[in-house]
């Protein structure tokens, strides 16, 4: 069983940083893309920012600039750096892995939150 836990949200003004950490634990053959989503009260999912086992990134155009993210492949972890915090940036935040358990077709597994809040 695959299992992805988050950490690292809370509560930051605006202007200030935090950094998420998702890391994925389990029978795990191999982790293709790693991300993260966001979700505010009735609104849609929304990608933040992805990052491939390669390296590759791919962020939302409201957060370009100001967040970054990495990942350790050795600790099947993913990291999402925020800078200059806003309060739109407010919502749960999600961790999504693309992975294999055995090999073959990939599936996808969400973390189950956390939440950040950007207020003064």
């Known amino acids: 069983q695959v299992q992805l836990v988050e950490s690292g949200g809370g509560l930051v003004q605006p202007g200030g940083s935090l950094r998420l950490s998702c890391a994925a634990s389990g029978s795990i053959f191999s982790i293709n893309t790693m991300g993260w989503y966001r979700q505010g009260p009735e609104k849609q999912r929304e990608l933040v920012a992805i990052?491939?086992?390669?390296?590759?990134?791919n962020y939302a155009d409201s957060v370009e600039g100001r967040f970054t993210i990495s990942r350790d492949n050795a600790r099947n972890t993913v990291y999402l750096q925020m800078n200059s915090l806003k309060p739109e940036d407010t919502p749960v935040y999600y961790c999504?892995?693309?992975?294999?358990?055995?090999?073959?077709?990939?599936?996808?597994?969400w973390g189950q939150g956390t939440q950040v809040t950007v207020s003064s």
């Open positions: 999504k892995a693309v992975l294999m358990v055995v090999p073959g077709p990939l599936s996808n597994y």
């Open positions: 990052i491939t086992s390669g390296g590759s990134t």
